[in-house]
């Protein structure tokens, strides 16, 4: 069974970091773009970053870009996403999910059960 | 920016035909995908390609696109349907873009 689970969400203040992780097993880990996608508090779903398998490409949305790091470990099977300089508007539950592709379109399948981040003071 | 957009809420008695639509200009060149989220869990694909079902999702799930419009249509609506439904495509310049989501009642 394909599974993702995050972890390293919490309370953080503005300005401050965190890292979150996301385990994954299941499937061939090394195989697969990854994304994180957030979703903020009664709002909805918005990609925030994604990384090729081997890590030498990443993308990230634009109100992200210069603060959060994507990365991963294919050893481990994990994925990761730094955020420093955390906003307000940062707060959110983000996802981890697998990346999928198919004659020039994509789409995120599965997700895993997402961890809260709450940026406040 | 890519805008896809949907109506914030549709309400349907159970056994009856939902519909959800999803308009966006890309869409005529770009496939659309589906999303369910129950309240508290993690979206779930039900619509790949613009009309395919996954494994494990009902039948009563299906999915069309016509023009700039995509639609999620589930016939026969039971309670369990009810969740806050998305969808999902990109743009020509690849751009990752939901929709801001439909809350589907069935009562």
Same mark, same amino acid.
């Given at each position: 069974e394909v599974q993702l689970v995050e972890s390293g969400g919490g309370l953080v203040q503005p300005g401050g970091s965190l890292r979150l992780s996301c385990a994954a097993s299941g @499937?061939? @880990?090394?195989d697969y773009w990854m994304s994180w996608v957030r979703q903020a508090p009664g709002k909805g779903l918005e990609w925030v970053a994604n990384i090729k398998q081997d890590g030498s490409e990443k993308y990230y949305v634009d109100s992200v870009k210069g603060r959060f790091t994507i990365s991963r470990d294919n050893a481990k099977n994990s994925l990761y996403l730094q955020m420093n300089s955390l906003r307000a508007e940062d707060t959110a539950v983000y996802y981890c999910a697998r990346d999928r592709y198919s004659y020039g379109n994509n789409w995120f399948d599965p997700w895993g059960q997402g961890t809260l981040v709450t940026v406040s003071s | 920016s890519y805008d896809l957009t949907q109506p914030p809420s549709v309400s349907v008695s159970p056994g009856q035909t939902a519909r959800i639509t999803c308009s966006g200009d890309a869409l005529p060149k770009k496939y659309a995908y589906w999303y369910q989220q129950k309240s508290g869990q993690a979206p779930v694909l039900v619509i790949f390609e613009d009309s395919k079902r996954p494994s494990g999702i009902p039948e009563r799930f299906s999915g069309s696109s016509s023009g700039t419009m995509a639609t999620l249509t589930i016939t026969g609506a039971q309670v369990e349907d009810e969740a806050d439904y998305y969808c999902y495509s990109t743009d020509s310049s690849d751009n990752r873009v939901f929709g801001g989501g439909t809350k589907l009642t069935v009562l």
């Open positions: @499937f061939t @880990f090394s | -």
